[in-house]
């Protein structure tokens, strides 16, 4: 079976540039996740799909970011315009039904650098 | 005050050591519990759900103490395989949000 499927692994872009990521989930899976991870930090939600509806996305900076999720299977999660601060890693990660099984599988993540 | 707090470490032991880590998380009302493992520049991946009886699986064995609020986790016998960063979880919100802590990192060493 594959795995979640991110791209791109790697992007360095400088300030105020727009920067995409793309995910494809496990086959089946409803639920779609965007993550950002600092370094030595743990992950933190920025938007919790159920099928094509984005139902939390309390923590995404509404300002710049933006995600959709077509036809409830592959993501896209955008940033417009890109600050130094943005620099992370961007990890899409999908789950059958509820998280509360705890399986959460993530995609290798996509490593944002803004210069 | 954090949702979900671990000690950053790193914890340094040799092999064959026994290490264990703790997590405290801050609302009462969470349902479920997890460690996740996080390798060097890799993905996050289940290690093991917690539960209240508490749970093993091989060499680690994993608590939950809802009345103080925490977790652990015991490796045994570690390996220098181990040696990764290992992150707390705690599901809320009728268990459709997880929230990560900040990770332990382990390094076993020869």
């Known amino acids: 079976e594959a795995g979640v499927v991110q791209s791109p692994r790697y992007k360095i872009i400088e300030k105020k540039q727009p920067v995409a990521f793309w995910c494809n989930p496990i086959s089946g899976h409803n639920t779609l996740y965007w993550y950002l991870q600092n370094l030595g930090q743990g992950p933190e939600l920025l938007i919790r799909?159920?099928?094509?509806?984005?139902?939390?996305d309390s923590q995404l900076p509404k300002d710049r970011f933006s995600a959709e999720r077509l036809k409830g299977v592959d993501s896209t999660l955008k940033i417009q315009p890109a600050e130094l601060g943005d620099s992370a890693v961007y990890l899409c990660?999908?789950?059958?039904?509820?998280?509360?099984?705890?399986?959460?599988?993530f995609g290798e993540g996509s490593r944002l650098t803004v210069l | 005050r954090k949702e979900v707090e671990q000690d950053p470490g790193p914890f340094n032991v040799p092999e064959g050591a026994t290490v264990a880590f703790n997590c405290t998380y801050s609302n009462s009302a969470s349902q479920s519990f997890f460690w996740y493992r996080q390798d060097c520049r890799k993905e996050p991946k289940l290690l093991m759900s917690?539960?209240?009886s508490g749970n093993e699986d091989g060499r680690f064995t994993a608590q939950l103490n809802r009345a103080s609020q925490y977790i652990s986790l015991l490796i045994r016998d570690s390996k220098l395989s181990d040696s990764a960063t290992y992150l707390c979880?705690?599901?809320?919100?009728?268990?459709?949000?997880?929230?990560f802590g900040t990770g332990t990192q382990l390094k076993v060493e020869l």
């Open positions: 799909y159920e099928n094509e509806e984005a139902v939390d």
């Open positions: 917690v539960y209240s």
């Open positions: 979880v705690v599901s809320t919100g009728g268990g459709n949000k997880l929230t």
């Open positions: 990660a999908s789950s059958r039904d509820r998280a509360d099984t705890g399986e959460l599988f």
